[in-house]
């Protein structure tokens, strides 16, 4: 069953109840901060609890917040393929050089796995119409599950998005709303439509149950790794939930015993053209105003979490930087032409900026690397 006790403040540790519906999980007393979910970590729960049959990220059952498998919303996410790459870290000096390619989940992102928790617990709180605003995924991601869940599905998504990502949407059968702007105005449209809060709202962290399905990379890297960690994991950030989730899941584990107090360095990869987890972790001011970026879910002007982010940057001893827009397609075209994968434009930021970490002496070329990518490059085409 789940160890799942209770949702936690993560600025003041205030708690709170998991039977709340939370349609705008915040701190009450901290105002703007995440609930994050807090499990009991008893020392009978060991590794060989693990369902090896379950080949997605409900393997990890115990450690996530759905209380009965009966409510459990799945298409399959999770257990993607943990690679190798020869080519790429050759031609970089790199001498042992990975990628968790997310690109293989369903709806071909990441995402599926945070939104497959967030109806999951939907389902299970007894809600039947959610709300998004989206760079893209999140919103295909959700309005798929909704559609397997039965749910009524609303997203919210920018007016320039490529179209792949809006007719998913049409086709699962969501209510798709186009707003001129970036995903911080689609977040304002979400709040005009949900004053009321006839929505469960599953924005970036306005809710505690997204970051439990993101954490479960981190259980699955160790794993595969046979519970060890990488020396450094590189992340595209936006809203910068999964690089959280990979925090908490290392922790978790650390406390559980399955692996050795020992955090890889988390480093935050974003664009020029929006850096606000840059330049908060570098306290830049007067930064020049967000613009939209083709690593859509990269441009995140406010994240919500940003306290949290800087939190893991610190508490990992990682950084935070930023590359250029025009390095972007020619990393994805690196990757596929030396690896056979045909990434993301967020995945493809995580080799100029590893070039560049190398080049500081930030990273060294002897360390195990582990690059994160999030999703298909398919969806993006139109925009190359």
Same mark, same amino acid.
Request: net charge negative; charged share 25%; with cysteine.
């Given at each position: 069953?789940?160890?799942?006790?209770? %949702?936690?403040?993560?600025?003041?540790?205030?708690?709170?109840?998991?039977?709340?519906?939370?349609?705008?999980?915040?701190?009450?007393?901290?105002?703007?901060?995440?609930?994050?979910?807090?499990?009991?970590?008893? =020392?009978?729960?060991?590794?060989?609890?693990?369902?090896?049959?379950?080949? =997605?990220?409900?393997?990890?059952?115990?450690?996530?917040?759905?209380?009965?498998?009966?409510?459990?919303?799945?298409?399959?996410?999770?257990?993607?393929?943990?690679? =190798?790459?020869?080519?790429?870290?050759?031609?970089?000096?790199?001498?042992?050089?990975?990628?968790?390619?997310? =690109?293989?989940?369903?709806? &071909?992102?990441?995402?599926?796995?945070?939104?497959?928790?967030?109806?999951?617990?939907?389902?299970?709180?007894?809600?039947?119409?959610?709300?998004?605003?989206?760079? &893209?995924?999140?919103?295909?991601?959700?309005?798929?599950?909704?559609?397997?869940?039965?749910?009524?599905?609303?997203?919210?998504?920018?007016?320039?998005?490529?179209?792949?990502?809006?007719?998913?949407?049409?086709?699962? &059968?969501?209510?798709?709303?186009?707003?001129?702007?970036?995903?911080?105005?689609?977040?304002?449209?979400?709040?005009?439509?949900?004053?009321? &809060?006839?929505?469960?709202?599953?924005?970036?962290?306005?809710?505690?149950?997204? %970051?439990?399905?993101?954490?479960?990379?981190?259980?699955?890297?160790?794993?595969?790794?046979?519970?060890?960690?990488?020396?450094?994991?590189?992340?595209?950030?936006?809203?910068?939930?999964?690089?959280?989730?990979?925090?908490?899941?290392?922790?978790?584990?650390?406390?559980?015993?399955?692996?050795?107090?020992?955090?890889?360095?988390?480093?935050?990869?974003?664009?020029?053209?929006?850096?606000?987890?840059?330049?908060?972790?570098?306290?830049?001011?007067?930064?020049?105003?967000?613009?939209?970026?083709?690593?859509?879910?990269?441009?995140?002007?406010?994240?919500?979490?940003? #306290?949290?982010?800087?939190?893991?940057?610190?508490?990992?001893?990682?950084?935070?930087?930023?590359?250029?827009?025009?390095?972007?397609?020619?990393?994805?075209?690196?990757?596929?032409?030396?690896?056979?994968?045909?990434?993301?434009?967020?995945?493809?930021?995580?080799?100029?900026? %590893?070039?560049?970490?190398?080049?500081?002496?930030?990273?060294?070329?002897?360390?195990?690397?582990?690059?994160?990518?999030?999703?298909?490059?398919? #969806?993006?085409?139109?925009?190359?």
């Amino acid at each position: 069953m789940s160890r799942i006790s209770f %949702l936690q403040c993560s600025v003041c540790d205030k708690t709170y109840p998991i039977e709340k519906i939370n349609t705008y999980a915040t701190c009450d007393r901290c105002e703007k901060s995440p609930l994050i979910c807090e499990y009991t970590l008893l =020392s009978g729960l060991a590794k060989c609890n693990i369902d090896q049959n379950e080949r =997605s990220m409900w393997r990890y059952f115990e450690m996530l917040p759905v209380l009965d498998k009966k409510n459990i919303v799945s298409l399959g996410e999770g257990w993607t393929p943990l690679l =190798s790459l020869p080519r790429l870290g050759s031609w970089m000096g790199v001498h042992k050089l990975l990628l968790k390619d997310e =690109s293989l989940n369903p709806t &071909g992102s990441f995402k599926a796995r945070g939104l497959s928790m967030a109806i999951s617990k939907a389902k299970e709180l007894g809600i039947t119409e959610c709300i998004t605003p989206t760079a &893209g995924n999140a919103g295909g991601a959700m309005a798929a599950y909704c559609a397997s869940a039965g749910m009524r599905a609303t997203v919210v998504m920018p007016r320039h998005t490529p179209q792949a990502f809006k007719t998913e949407c049409q086709y699962f &059968g969501a209510t798709l709303i186009e707003v001129e702007g970036l995903i911080s105005d689609c977040a304002k449209k979400v709040a005009e439509l949900n004053v009321e &809060g006839r929505f469960f709202d599953v924005s970036t962290m306005r809710e505690p149950y997204r %970051l439990e399905g993101k954490k479960t990379m981190g259980y699955e890297i160790a794993e595969q790794l046979g519970w060890r960690l990488p020396d450094v994991i590189l992340y595209p950030t936006g809203g910068g939930t999964g690089l959280i989730g990979l925090w908490k899941a290392f922790s978790e584990m650390i406390e559980l015993g399955w692996i050795e107090n020992k955090m890889p360095r988390l480093v935050a990869v974003q664009t020029e053209n929006c850096r606000p987890v840059v330049n908060n972790f570098f306290d830049v001011d007067n930064a020049p105003e967000a613009k939209a970026s083709i690593a859509n879910g990269l441009s995140v002007p406010f994240p919500f979490a940003r #306290k949290l982010i800087q939190r893991v940057l610190n508490e990992t001893n990682g950084t935070a930087i930023a590359i250029e827009e025009d390095e972007i397609i020619p990393a994805v075209k690196e990757i596929a032409s030396k690896e056979g994968l045909f990434v993301s434009p967020e995945g493809a930021t995580l080799v100029p900026a %590893l070039k560049k970490l190398l080049a500081s002496d930030q990273v060294h070329p002897e360390e195990e690397i582990l690059l994160l990518n999030t999703g298909t490059g398919y #969806k993006y085409i139109e925009s190359f």
